[in-house]
């Protein structure tokens, strides 16, 4: 049975992490979404609990996917479940570049794999970043953000 465990700060899920997700899924028997904290990134707008609910909504359907949250380093958690491989997504070629860093240390400390699965390209403009930005201008997020999650991630966004 392969495990795998697809890290990220979620903050908030967009479509492009559920396609992530999705297709993941596929891949392995079961799919851990662990929602961690980035230490390199701003404060999250979004607290733990509230995103492993937006991520729980959002992928309620994926039956071998299991939302859960960590705190500390990603391979602590991997290896804490015994999954096989790590999964994260490339965008463009500035995520290649860190995703490259951290498969590097990851695989240093551990040993462990890390899977690369690219954007889908109607989905490779999004991230958390972006969506923050277009709800701070209280325009709809329906292009972006799962429909199950806009209205709570709307509002929550748009003060
Ligand atoms: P982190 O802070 O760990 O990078 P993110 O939530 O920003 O957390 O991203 C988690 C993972 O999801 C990363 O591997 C990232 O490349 C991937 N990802 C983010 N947005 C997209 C997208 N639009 N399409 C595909 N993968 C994405």
Redesign the pocket.
């Known amino acids: 049975m392969k495990k795998a465990l697809?890290?990220?700060?979620?903050?908030p899920?967009?479509?492009?992490?559920l396609?992530?997700i999705q297709r993941a899924s596929k891949l392995c028997d079961k799919l851990y979404i662990g929602i961690?904290h980035?230490s390199s990134?701003n404060k999250p707008l979004f607290t733990l609990s509230e995103k492993e609910e937006l991520v729980k909504t959002i992928t309620k359907d994926i039956r071998n996917a299991e939302v859960i949250s960590f705190s500390g380093l990603v391979v602590e958690c991997a290896q804490e479940l015994k999954v096989d491989y790590l999964i994260?997504?490339?965008?463009t070629f500035s995520?290649f570049e860190?995703?490259c860093q951290m498969a590097f240390a990851n695989n240093k400390m551990t040993g462990i794999e890390t899977l690369f699965?690219m954007?889908?390209s109607q989905?490779?403009?999004?991230?958390?970043t972006l969506i923050k930005e277009i709800a701070h201008y209280k325009h709809r997020l329906t292009d972006f953000i799962p429909a199950s999650i806009e209205e709570a991630v709307f509002n929550k966004l748009k003060d």
């Open positions: 697809f890290p990220g700060t979620f903050d899920p967009t479509l492009g992490h396609d992530l961690g980035n990134k994260r997504g490339l965008r995520d860190y995703e699965l954007a889908d989905y490779a403009h999004l991230s958390s």
